[in-house]
């Protein structure tokens, strides 16, 4: 279990804006979004079989920068994506997330895509992610 201290440390880098389980994002993988464009195509993504869909959250491209992470496609619910460490470096911000398995042994029997979309100020340092 994380201590409150390195919780309140991985979480003073971003905030989540949005994390579900319906991405229709079959890969697992991290795309970092710096442009309305690519914003857009990636919420017409996640908001493909959904009516109605989910706002799209609004973004200052000039001072913040978005990161898609998506756990793959699962055959059952109970997974999420959680930000597991953020390393600040001179001129980097990298972001690693990890898909995380719920506990029990109860779950959805149902295919899922598990997601998260965190906002982070980029303070003219270079943003990655890797999951």
Request: no cysteine; net charge negative.
């Amino acid at each position: 279990m994380d201590t409150p201290e390195k919780t309140f440390g991985l979480t003073s880098y971003y905030d989540v804006l949005l994390e579900g389980n319906n991405s229709n994002h079959e890969s697992q993988e991290t795309i970092v979004v710096n442009s309305e464009e690519g914003l857009q195509e990636l919420m017409a993504q996640i908001n493909s079989t959904r009516k109605p869909g989910l706002k799209i959250p609004s973004v200052n491209f000039k001072k913040e920068t978005l990161i898609f992470a998506y756990g793959g496609q699962k055959s059952t619910g109970g997974f999420s994506v959680d930000v597991t460490e953020v390393r600040n470096e001179k001129n980097l911000l990298h972001f690693n997330f990890e898909l995380i398995k719920g506990e029990g042994d109860i779950a959805t029997m149902s295919i899922t895509t598990p997601f998260k979309v965190i906002k982070v100020k980029h303070d003219d340092k270079k943003i990655t992610a890797s999951i």
